[in-house]
């Protein structure tokens, strides 16, 4: 009987041990969890996928984003003039246009569009709305290629950063239907303030931010506070690119195809 209750009281002692062990454990757990890496990061109500909302280039230059579908896009214009480290043309700078620039359309430029000063189309465009204008691109230089051909359509980071790319005619397409406003799409996606004429501008409904940037070949500007074009990955020739118009006197987006040697506006885009 002796010998049974001294096994009986270590079985006792054995299990107390296992409890505290046990308890310990779960303790520490606990603490891990509250305090340590099981913590889950606090939720944001305004962003529960934890979307990004910028993206930075290159440059350092900082751009807000917004997300159409499964889409992301950037809400202002590029003015980066060094391709990533992603891109196939990485450690490359685009050339600055000057009137002694040569016009080749296989030679990447950009331009300024801000510094461009004619009236009356360009009256409204104040400091801040100026520094929004971006830079213009030929189609060389936004989709980083050197040779002009017409079987690239997609998947072109060109002068994008990394992670993101030229957007197609397709996501332009694809825009327009989540902006959703039929005739009057490119009316939702121009900006308050700007353009040319009051009933020339938009409602930015969008809040893309469309400011009239218009177009440039090498350093001559043109219809600037009156339209803007941005340029797609999609080329149909040697020659022509598609890209998203918008003009102070249609309320309507056009997708059309232009000569790559113009410069115009880049957005980017980054699939989810």
Wanted: aromatic letters at 12%; charged letters at 20%.
């Amino acid at each position: 009987m002796l010998q049974r209750k001294k096994n009986y009281l270590c079985t006792l002692k054995k299990n107390e041990m296992k409890y505290q062990i046990f308890f310990l454990n779960t303790l520490l757990i606990f603490l891990i969890c509250t305090f340590g890496s099981c913590k889950k990061p606090a939720s944001d109500p305004e962003n529960p996928n934890h979307i990004p909302t910028s993206v930075t280039d290159i440059d350092g230059y900082e751009y807000a984003i917004k997300r159409f579908g499964n889409t992301l896009w950037m809400m202002e214009n590029l003015r980066v003039t060094r391709y990533d480290t992603e891109s196939p043309r990485s450690g490359d700078t685009v050339t600055f246009a000057t009137q002694n620039h040569s016009v080749d359309i296989e030679k990447p430029y950009y331009n300024v569009v801000g510094n461009f000063t004619e009236h009356p189309y360009t009256d409204k465009l104040t400091d801040q709305i100026r520094k929004s204008l971006g830079f213009l691109y030929n189609w060389s230089a936004a989709a980083g290629v050197t040779k002009n051909n017409a079987s690239v359509s997609s998947n072109i980071q060109g002068i994008c950063p990394n992670g993101w790319r030229l957007p197609t005619i397709k996501d332009f397409d694809s825009l327009c239907y989540y902006v959703d406003a039929k005739e009057a799409t490119g009316k939702r996606l121009k900006s308050i303030d700007g353009w040319y004429t009051l009933s020339g501008a938009g409602t930015n409904e969008s809040k893309m931010n469309c400011y009239p940037a218009g177009l440039a070949v090498d350093c001559y500007f043109t219809r600037v506070g009156m339209q803007t074009m941005y340029w797609s990955a999609t080329s149909i020739s040697n020659s022509q690119a598609g890209v998203l118009k918008l003009s102070f006197d249609i309320d309507g987006a056009e997708l059309i195809y232009v000569n790559k040697i113009q410069a115009n506006s880049v957005r980017c885009v980054k699939d989810l």
